[in-house]
């Protein structure tokens, strides 16, 4: 097609009557009343809804035109086209044709924000001495065989971008009126041409804006661009030229950087303010829970996980109507078929339906993932879907409540690796697609920055609108890639649509788990998650009062040097024994015992010794953790780094050995924990110290008994009567 660019007779008397641009009305500060912003905009997508933002920011007039109309202006993500967009505002420049005043800025909205206000914007027009001045790119696009006609330019960018322009109207109105092709073709070749003719460019007085004083173009431009906080504002600078641009355009592949600085700019987030817009849009739940929007929770085993059993807890104990909740569990894993089982067992009727794919069904994650959004997108009264992994532990009860109240179409509470920077979001990408670090990830992270971030990657849990489902996510496969895993499809599929993902840290959520190293072949597996996952394990094994022994005096002395404090909790008490008993390998409670250096035992025990089950080095961890801060704190000046060669379950019972003879330990210190209950569990039992004459009688389960080892510490094991009596010893610093 041809796209050279004729000019009616009426345009060129019209040409001859423009005042000129040195006239006394150009010479004075253009009033902000007279100037209009135009933009064309089919549909109210999150990019143009944040254009609008930053234009009412502003106190700009903006009028929006061809919305709800079908968009003809092809894929222009993908080639040339968008002659719609000239063809809308050519009809909508005939009332403004010889308006000489009025000076009209035309910007695309959906990638496009205000960095200032008109005041600053008409200024630095009127400084150009132009009357027609467009945004500059150093990409010549759509036809690259056009650069050869292009004015060089000493410095600063060469070619002309249709993504923003600004001018008086009836030179505006001029440049439109030539345009008679159709809406596929290109909007900037149509100006490419105009201005390219030498004899046009100046009877319409047109420039480009070279240093990026008005627009800035992105693409290409990456490396120039930067934030620059100013006072309770934040701007982009243009390094290159040092100037400070009006308009920000992320045209090209630059969406998610222009993501990234509209999450600052013009006031979004500054360190004076904080979040400025983390309050806006937001909704408040009904006070009666069946008032409450329908959620459908999608959880997805997807490889061995710790603690699945405490997720389910959690699950159940979130602060969310039951009768308001669906749940869809994919569980590609045998040894957590239990956790499942027991959840629907005891829990699923207070739901209103749950449905579960098990490994029989040998569905692949990114089918069930697919599976889950449109069990939401076919229920009309399905709210919201929540996706979670099952790595994911939401500490916050109000986890849900809370994104459901900050009310975005895709938004993820931020969790991360505890005491690593790993979490659940990408705050840039590389330009194959995959991970880069932004300037502000870390803050995020840390929560040193906190607010509602738009980012271009989100995994492992998320909120995502109902209606968002069945209206611009209608696509059935939103997982599936050739290259891609699950949920980076998902995103990229997000992101091709137009929709923001955000990420919020206002709240403290929860973390992820590492499953790198899951242990399996135990019963219960969790214990030996010490040393991948130390914070979780303490939250399920030790005792909620350890950390206050000291401050709250908590820790006892019944005898001389003999101290008395909780470390363990019910639950970490019961999995030891069961495993032991799992075990089942007890020694036989003589004096020849193998398992030790020498082979023979003065004062033998019926036990199991922690290497036979592969707990040292998880034993050793837990001595050095929980019992050595203690003991530096119990005999000040003695420093241990908690070494042991033996440490060992014993097991006494009236008919197999109910006691055990005085003696010494071989030990520095030793470390004796109940692991069941007197009066409950067994009759009798406990600890004498023969020099001292005093008598331990009713260890309490979970509770250790600290004491010397050597020398001064001679003591026996007391009869048990009845029941079975566990405890665990450790013989530390030998």
Same mark, same amino acid.
């Given at each position: 097609?041809?796209?050279?660019?004729?000019?009616?007779?009426?345009?060129?008397?019209?040409?001859?009557?423009?005042?000129?641009?040195?006239?006394?009305?150009?010479?004075?500060?253009?009033?902000?009343?007279?100037?209009?912003?135009?933009?064309?905009?089919?549909?109210?997508?999150?990019?143009?809804?944040?254009?609008?933002?930053?234009?009412?920011?502003?106190?700009?007039?903006?009028?929006?035109?061809?919305?709800?109309?079908?968009?003809?202006?092809?894929?222009?993500?993908?080639?040339?086209?968008?002659?719609?967009?000239?063809?809308?505002?050519?009809?909508?420049?005939?009332?403004?044709?010889?308006?000489?005043?009025?000076?009209?800025?035309?910007?695309?909205?959906?990638?496009?924000?205000?960095?200032?206000?008109?005041?600053?914007?008409?200024?630095?027009?009127?400084?150009?001495?132009?009357?027609?001045?467009?945004?500059?790119?150093?990409?010549?696009?759509?036809?690259?065989?056009?650069?050869?006609?292009?004015?060089?330019?000493?410095?600063?960018?060469?070619?002309?971008?249709?993504?923003?322009?600004?001018?008086?109207?009836?030179?505006?109105?001029?440049?439109?009126?030539?345009?008679?092709?159709?809406?596929?073709?290109?909007?900037?070749?149509?100006?490419?041409?105009?201005?390219?003719?030498?004899?046009?460019?100046?009877?319409?007085?047109?420039?480009?804006?070279?240093?990026?004083?008005?627009?800035?173009?992105?693409?290409?431009?990456?490396?120039?661009?930067?934030?620059?906080?100013?006072?309770?504002?934040?701007?982009?600078?243009?390094?290159?030229?040092?100037?400070?641009?009006?308009?920000?355009?992320?045209?090209?592949?630059?969406?998610?950087?222009?993501?990234?600085?509209?999450?600052?700019?013009?006031?979004?987030?500054?360190?004076?303010?904080?979040?400025?817009?983390?309050?806006?849009?937001?909704?408040?739940?009904?006070?009666?829970?069946?008032?409450?929007?329908?959620?459908?929770?999608?959880?997805?085993?997807?490889?061995?996980?710790?603690?699945?059993?405490?997720?389910?807890?959690?699950?159940?104990?979130?602060?969310?109507?039951?009768?308001?909740?669906?749940?869809?569990?994919?569980?590609?894993?045998?040894?957590?078929?239990?956790?499942?089982?027991?959840?629907?067992?005891?829990?699923?009727?207070?739901?209103?339906?749950?449905?579960?794919?098990?490994?029989?069904?040998?569905?692949?994650?990114?089918?069930?993932?697919?599976?889950?959004?449109?069990?939401?997108?076919?229920?009309?009264?399905?709210?919201?879907?929540?996706?979670?992994?099952?790595?994911?532990?939401?500490?916050?009860?109000?986890?849900?409540?809370?994104?459901?109240?900050?009310?975005?179409?895709?938004?993820?509470?931020?969790?991360?690796?505890?005491?690593?920077?790993?979490?659940?979001?990408?705050?840039?990408?590389?330009?194959?697609?995959?991970?880069?670090?932004?300037?502000?990830?870390?803050?995020?992270?840390?929560?040193?920055? %906190?607010?509602?971030?738009?980012?271009?990657? @989100?995994? *492992? $849990?998320?909120?995502? +609108?109902?209606?968002? &489902?069945?209206? !611009? #996510?209608?696509?059935?496969?939103?997982?599936?890639?050739?290259?891609?895993?699950?949920?980076?499809?998902?995103?990229?599929?997000?992101?091709?649509?137009?929709?923001?993902?955000?990420? %919020?840290?206002?709240?403290?959520?929860?973390? @992820?788990? *590492? $499953?790198?190293?899951? +242990?399996?072949?135990? &019963?219960?597996? !969790? #214990?030996?998650?010490?040393?991948?996952?130390?914070?979780?394990?303490?939250?399920?094994?030790?005792?909620?009062?350890?950390?206050?022994?000291?401050?709250?005096?908590?820790?006892?002395?019944?005898?001389?040097?003999?101290?008395?404090?909780?470390?363990?909790?019910?639950?970490?008490?019961?999995?030891?024994?069961?495993?032991?008993?799992?075990?089942?390998?007890?020694?036989?409670?003589?004096?020849?015992?193998?398992?030790?250096?020498?082979?023979?035992?003065?004062?033998?025990?019926?036990?199991?010794?922690?290497?036979?089950?592969?707990?040292?080095?998880?034993?050793?961890?837990?001595?050095?953790?929980?019992?050595?801060?203690?003991?530096?704190?119990?005999?000040?000046?003695?420093?241990?780094?908690?070494?042991?060669?033996?440490?060992?379950?014993?097991?006494?019972?009236?008919?197999?050995?109910?006691?055990?003879?005085?003696?010494?330990?071989?030990?520095?210190?030793?470390?004796?924990?109940?692991?069941?209950?007197?009066?409950?569990?067994?009759?009798?039992?406990?600890?004498?110290?023969?020099?001292?004459?005093?008598?331990?009688?009713?260890?309490?389960?979970?509770?250790?008994?600290?004491?010397?080892?050597?020398?001064?510490?001679?003591?026996?094991?007391?009869?048990?009567?009845?029941?079975?009596?566990?405890?665990?010893?450790?013989?530390?610093?030998?």
């Amino acid at each position: 097609m041809d796209h050279r660019v004729c000019w009616p007779i009426l345009s060129l008397v019209l040409l001859s009557q423009l005042p000129g641009c040195e006239g006394e009305s150009r010479g004075r500060p253009i009033p902000k009343e007279n100037l209009l912003v135009f933009t064309v905009a089919t549909k109210e997508t999150d990019g143009f809804k944040r254009f609008i933002r930053s234009a009412n920011f502003f106190n700009y007039t903006v009028k929006v035109l061809g919305m709800d109309e079908d968009w003809t202006g092809g894929d222009v993500a993908q080639t040339a086209g968008g002659g719609q967009k000239v063809r809308i505002l050519k009809e909508a420049m005939k009332p403004y044709a010889s308006a000489k005043d009025l000076v009209i800025l035309f910007v695309d909205s959906y990638d496009v924000i205000f960095a200032s206000g008109p005041e600053e914007l008409l200024k630095k027009f009127q400084q150009t001495k132009h009357s027609v001045v467009f945004s500059a790119e150093v990409f010549i696009w759509p036809n690259r065989h056009l650069e050869v006609k292009y004015p060089h330019v000493r410095d600063g960018k060469r070619f002309l971008n249709s993504g923003g322009f600004i001018g008086f109207a009836p030179n505006v109105y001029l440049l439109m009126e030539p345009w008679d092709l159709q809406d596929k073709d290109d909007d900037q070749l149509f100006y490419t041409n105009i201005y390219l003719d030498a004899e046009k460019r100046a009877n319409l007085n047109i420039t480009l804006d070279h240093k990026c004083r008005i627009f800035q173009n992105l693409n290409g431009a990456l490396d120039e661009v930067v934030l620059k906080f100013e006072e309770a504002r934040v701007r982009a600078r243009n390094l290159a030229y040092d100037t400070l641009p009006v308009i920000i355009h992320g045209n090209g592949p630059t969406k998610m950087q222009l993501n990234y600085l509209g999450n600052y700019i013009p006031k979004v987030w500054t360190f004076e303010t904080g979040c400025t817009e983390c309050e806006k849009d937001t909704i408040s739940l009904p006070e009666k829970d069946n008032k409450f929007p329908t959620v459908l929770i999608g959880i997805f085993i997807e490889q061995l996980t710790p603690f699945v059993e405490n997720f389910f807890e959690r699950l159940v104990n979130l602060d969310y109507p039951k009768e308001q909740l669906q749940i869809f569990i994919h569980n590609t894993q045998t040894d957590h078929e239990q956790d499942v089982r027991k959840f629907v067992e005891q829990h699923g009727d207070k739901y209103q339906n749950v449905k579960v794919i098990g490994p029989e069904e040998e569905m692949l994650n990114p089918d069930a993932r697919n599976m889950g959004l449109d069990m939401c997108r076919q229920d009309v009264a399905c709210d919201y879907y929540f996706n979670v992994d099952i790595e994911v532990v939401l500490q916050n009860r109000d986890a849900l409540k809370l994104l459901i109240d900050q009310n975005r179409s895709i938004l993820a509470p931020l969790v991360g690796r505890r005491k690593k920077l790993w979490s659940n979001f990408w705050g840039a990408m590389s330009v194959d697609g995959y991970y880069a670090r932004s300037e502000d990830y870390v803050d995020i992270v840390d929560r040193r920055r %906190t607010g509602v971030w738009n980012v271009p990657y @989100i995994s *492992s $849990v998320y909120l995502i +609108h109902g209606s968002l &489902l069945r209206s !611009d #996510l209608t696509k059935r496969d939103l997982y599936h890639s050739n290259k891609l895993d699950a949920d980076m499809a998902f995103c990229q599929n997000v992101r091709e649509q137009g929709i923001f993902m955000y990420v %919020t840290n206002r709240h403290v959520f929860g973390h @992820i788990l *590492s $499953v790198e190293n899951c +242990h399996t072949g135990n &019963l219960h597996n !969790d #214990l030996w998650q010490i040393d991948e996952n130390q914070k979780d394990w303490e939250e399920k094994y030790i005792h909620p009062n350890w950390s206050r022994i000291i401050e709250d005096k908590i820790l006892l002395q019944p005898c001389p040097d003999v101290y008395w404090f909780p470390v363990f909790t019910e639950r970490g008490c019961d999995d030891i024994v069961e495993e032991m008993e799992h075990f089942g390998q007890w020694s036989s409670g003589g004096n020849q015992d193998m398992r030790i250096q020498g082979g023979y035992e003065n004062v033998p025990t019926i036990d199991i010794h922690m290497n036979q089950v592969g707990y040292e080095k998880q034993w050793q961890k837990f001595l050095k953790e929980y019992i050595a801060p203690l003991t530096e704190k119990i005999y000040p000046g003695y420093y241990t780094k908690a070494l042991f060669d033996l440490a060992f379950i014993v097991r006494y019972k009236p008919d197999e050995q109910p006691s055990l003879m005085p003696h010494h330990d071989a030990s520095t210190f030793t470390v004796n924990i109940a692991l069941n209950k007197v009066g409950v569990d067994y009759q009798g039992g406990g600890c004498r110290f023969i020099r001292y004459n005093c008598s331990v009688q009713a260890p309490r389960k979970g509770w250790a008994l600290l004491h010397p080892g050597r020398l001064t510490h001679y003591h026996e094991g007391l009869p048990t009567t009845s029941g079975t009596r566990y405890i665990v010893v450790s013989f530390v610093d030998p």
